[in-house]
């Protein structure tokens, strides 16, 4: 191998697959004369191509798809045609919301929105009903205080023996 | 992509199956010729054409146009190969399809020592293809038999130029080191 082979062999792929820019073919080009071992690499990658494509281009030329039309007919009647979702998923466009990159600042929002949700929900779940007086009696032997539950559920009774003191609720 | 494939895409997107068919006219020779070359098999081959179309139909609403149309169908086509290479059982080289074999153009070249060179060789080319990793194999059959350039397999695999050339020149090399009796220097 020649010392400019170094240069030019790293072009020789792209020479046989003409994506060489002009100045790179003129370079390939004027080397190959004077070079039988690149001339030789470049002849392997011809019969290689020749090895890989023959058998395909024959076997697509005689090839005649039997019924092959028929049979994807069937394949997508046997499938079913794209159900509500998929035309409902294909109509919305969905996908740029799926990419990785939007999908975590997406999921970072979403997860602290749910931390901030979550104390306040649990404040309004767990806050006991305000109650409201709805009736006190006063007598020389009882003092009776009534609440009814803002939720009309139950009713809270307090007695007092005396203006300030408690005896038992019921 | 020119006006009228966009406008069968379209029709294709909303359901309709003769839109479908159109596209099948225009290119199931082109899919056939990726299958083949990456299964070797006519039967495959044409299995892989149908399953091809058929999640065509099941996907286009997936096409958005941003890349061409047909290296998105060739994306699919080669994936559906490579995905049928790994289902099928490895069979002897000698036990393959006549099918598949080199079709000889004359009479004299059909003797049958000459018939079995062919096959041997075609047997053996099939092995060789076999021992490169699936992203090799998807782009040396896109480059060597359907002639797409090197952006277009970038396109068509989601990779980049530089890595198509690297993939390229180290899958030729591989199959020209196995095939070292077939191809200039082995000779």
Known sequence: MKRECFSVSGLLNKYFDQEVTPEERSLVEDHLPDCPVCRSALQSMEDLRILIKSPVEEAVEKETFPWVWEKIERGIQREGRPGLWESLMSRLDVTPFLKKKIMIPVAAVAVALILMMVPILYEKITSYPIPSVVEYVESETYNVMIYQLENQKGTVIWLFNGPEEEVSPS | ?187
């Open chain 2, 1 to 187: 992509m020119n006006e009228n494939e966009a406008e069968l895409i379209f029709r294709c997107q909303k359901g309709d199956q003769d839109a479908l068919k159109e596209i099948f006219n225009q290119y199931h020779k082109k899919v056939y010729r990726i299958a083949y070359g990456v299964v070797r098999q006519r039967e495959e081959a044409l299995d892989i054409v149908q399953e091809v179309f058929i999640k065509l139909f099941r996907s286009i609403h997936q096409f958005r146009g941003k890349s061409k149309f047909y290296t998105y169908l060739y994306r699919m086509t080669m994936n559906t190969s490579i995905d049928h290479t790994r289902k099928m059982k490895k069979v002897s080289a000698l036990s393959m399809d006549e099918d598949a074999g080199f079709q000889l153009s004359d009479d004299a070249e059909r003797r049958p020592d000459r018939i079995l060179d062919h096959k041997e060789l075609e047997a053996r080319v099939q092995w060789a293809m076999d021992q490169l990793s699936p992203d090799q194999k998807a782009a040396l059959i896109f480059r060597e038999v359907e002639g797409l350039s090197y952006q277009e397999i970038a396109e068509a695999t989601g990779s980049s130029i530089g890595t198509v050339m690297s993939r390229l020149h180290y899958g030729r090399k591989k199959v020209q080191e196995l095939l070292k009796d077939y191809v200039e220097g082995g000779r």
